[in-house]
């Protein structure tokens, strides 16, 4: 109460010292938290982010899809001399002029299994060659069926299968980490120019206080009651509160100017905080929370994304460097003809298949070294990985541990502050009346401004840490459920 009251005056004191048109926004720790995630800069980076990855997965779902595409060349017109034989087995040059026009219907799957690619065509050519007269002519494909298959090579879709859904979960679930990032930008932010705030009533206050005292003590020197060294202390710190107030109010500058950016608040408003008033008091099972980070937190599930990784790279390195073979296979039928109609009569079937095989027969041992390098790899990310696990483990119980303190501090921290600020009145009115000395109150006066700070610093690290938990488990352990958010509006 004592927090609030100061927050008041000092923006009762700022108001009349504000130009009239200024406004005044009055926000709360959960606008600001609404604010970062909804509207911040940073808020539309951290979707954007998540958008590009979503777009990959989607890109990556769609290769498997069968692609249909149309290639066409109208015209291709050619006018040149070229060298032809002879009857008599001689060759001569002759101008040649013609003009040639095709159109291909092409339909085509990938088979990530196997990592072949099967697809059907279909298409027509017609070639009109000027001499004396123009000699036109049509070859048609009505349709020609064909695949292609790699037998020992390398397969990536039998690894992208793996990995590629391990990725957009990655990214969903940092998005989700993203968002509780902001909270904790955003309560630090938040708490600085609380802070800052604060102190600058406090220091308005020791003004007004420190002025009081001096007036009264010079009534007293001038009769005798007190030495000069007392006069001259209360002076000093008269000063030294003059000076605090300074320094305060460009704080409040700072840190306003720094809120505001982060939220992406443009106007010429000045906002105005309030102290969070809820804080929860429970305590997190430290089980359930590292279990729960284990499911959900994007880091952990990267561990089995770079397994898979090594795993494929060591795939590689063993199939691209021996014996590899690659199968053709096509049949279809055409026809041609002079006359359009004619073209598609009576069509030929025509087979190819052909096996391209890949024989490595020296290579000074690059084939061995790539492997040996590959699989050196997969050894010092399992040893990584294992290491990161205990880790992450650690980073969680440490967490829970500060956090299951946190609401004990922080009420020790407020009663600390409400009986700092008993003590400096009854010390400043035992001053008063003569019975303490000047060191005494300054003692007093320090320890509640000591007070109220350390209340604050409590409260802000309450909710750092509660964000913070929330970041790592990415549960909500008020309302015992997984965080999540509708990504479906996202896109």
Do not use: C
């Amino acid at each position: 109460m004592k927090i609030f009251f100061l927050i008041i005056s000092f923006s009762f004191i700022l108001g009349i010292s504000a130009n009239a048109q200024e406004t005044i926004k009055i926000l709360t720790y959960e606008d600001v938290i609404n604010i970062a995630k909804n509207q911040s800069p940073d808020g539309l980076v951290a979707k954007n982010k998540y958008l590009g990855s979503y777009w990959k997965y989607r890109s990556y779902k769609a290769s498997y899809m069968p692609m249909l595409s149309l290639d066409a060349t109208l015209p291709n017109i050619n006018r040149s001399i070229s060298k032809i034989p002879l009857a008599d087995g001689s060759q001569t040059f002759i101008e040649q002029r013609s003009t040639d026009y095709t159109m291909k219907l092409s339909l085509s799957k990938t088979i990530g299994l196997t990592g072949g690619q099967l697809f059907i065509n279909s298409g027509i050519e017609r070639l009109d060659v000027y001499r004396d007269s123009t000699i036109t002519s049509f070859l048609s494909n009505p349709i020609t069926i064909g695949f292609r298959q790699p037998l020992f090579n390398y397969n990536p879709y039998r690894w992208e299968r793996k990995i590629e859904p391990i990725l957009y979960d990655e990214a969903r679930q940092q998005y989700l980490e993203d968002q509780e990032e902001l909270s904790i930008k955003a309560t630090n932010l938040y708490f600085d120019l609380l802070d800052a705030q604060i102190r600058a009533n406090i220091a308005k206050i020791n003004q007004a206080n420190n002025d009081t005292l001096y007036k009264i003590a010079q009534g007293r020197y001038n009769l005798g009651k007190i030495a000069e060294n007392e006069l001259l202390q209360l002076e000093l710190s008269l000063l030294n509160s003059n000076l605090q107030v300074e320094q305060t109010r460009n704080d409040v500058e700072v840190t306003h100017f720094k809120l505001k950016s982060f939220l992406g608040m443009r106007g010429d408003e000045k906002v105005e905080l309030q102290i969070p008033k809820k804080v929860f008091d429970f305590k997190i099972d430290a089980s359930k929370a590292i279990a729960e980070a284990r499911s959900n937190n994007s880091e952990s599930i990267s561990y089995q994304r770079k397994l898979l990784e090594a795993k494929s790279a060591v795939n590689k390195a063993k199939l691209e460097n021996r014996f590899n073979a690659n199968i053709y296979a096509l049949y279809g039928l055409t026809q041609s003809a002079i006359q359009f109609a004619e073209v598609y009569k009576n069509p030929l079937d025509q087979q190819q298949l052909s096996l391209g095989i890949q024989i490595p027969i020296l290579d000074w041992g690059l084939a061995r070294a790539k492997i040996k390098m590959a699989k050196s790899n997969e050894e010092l990310i399992n040893t990584q990985v294992s290491q990161q696990k205990i880790d992450f483990d650690q980073q969680i119980l440490i967490k829970v541990m500060q956090f299951n303190m946190q609401y004990s501090q922080l009420k020790i921290a407020a009663k600390a502050d409400t009986i700092g600020e008993k003590r400096f009145n009854v010390t400043k009115a035992r001053y008063m009346i003569g019975k303490v000395d000047i060191t005494e109150l300054n003692i007093a006066m320090t320890e509640k401004d000591r007070a109220t700070q350390d209340y604050i610093a409590a409260l802000r690290s309450f909710w750092n840490t509660y964000y913070e938990i929330r970041r790592l488990t990415l549960y909500d352990f008020v309302a015992n459920k997984l965080l999540n958010v509708d990504f479906d509006s996202l896109h």
